[in-house]
């Protein structure tokens, strides 16, 4: 008996291997490859930690002419650049509307976040922006004395100005 090849069948491809799933593999229990995946991501968790921390705390923070530690953000801003946003948020229709707040906000936020830090720090200090027998100075009035205080010293930073306003305010 004679067996006839056709081209088609010569030509035709093996059939594809299934990839093998889990299942069909050798049975490892759950809890192993939990633990397994664990202990491997430990040392990468570590180095984004260690990264996470060199990227954020450089150029954050600096220390000011007499020492004082200045944060970083908003008060790390220069004078200069803390000027146009005043003057950008007046444009878009004053600093209490929507626009203007918008554009001040980071700044109202670093002038309530250090207030609160200041009299966390000093207890025998209710509020440091108090002034003597008067009610607490409202931010805006503080960023516009401060806005005033950057146009003469525009090689400053905002925080700087902040503070010149906690030193050269009477309470």
């Not at 594809?16 to 633990?35: C, F, L, M, N, Y």
């Not at 150029?59 to 008060?75: L, P």
Request: aromatic share 8%; with cysteine; glycine share 10%.
């Amino acid at each position: 008996m004679t067996r006839i090849v056709t081209t088609a069948s010569r030509y035709k491809r093996p059939p594809k291997k299934r990839k093998t799933a889990i299942a069909d593999g050798p049975q490892v229990p759950v809890e192993s490859q939990r633990s397994a995946i664990v202990s491997a991501a430990k040392p990468l968790k570590a180095i984004l930690t260690a990264l996470q921390i060199l990227l954020f705390a450089s150029g954050i923070s600096y220390a000011g002419e007499q020492g004082m530690m200045i944060g970083g953000g908003v008060g790390a801003i220069g004078c200069i650049r803390f000027d146009a946003e005043v003057t950008k948020a007046q444009t878009a229709g004053g600093m209490n509307t929507v626009e203007g707040a918008h554009i001040i906000n980071g700044f109202s936020m670093y002038v309530l976040g250090f207030q609160t830090g200041y009299n966390l720090a000093h207890p025998t200090i209710n509020d440091v922006f108090k002034k003597e027998g008067g009610a607490s100075a409202d931010v805006d009035k503080i960023l516009f004395w401060i806005d005033d205080w950057c146009r003469k010293n525009p090689e400053k930073r905002f925080a700087h100005g902040l503070i010149a306003y906690i030193k050269d305010v009477p309470r």
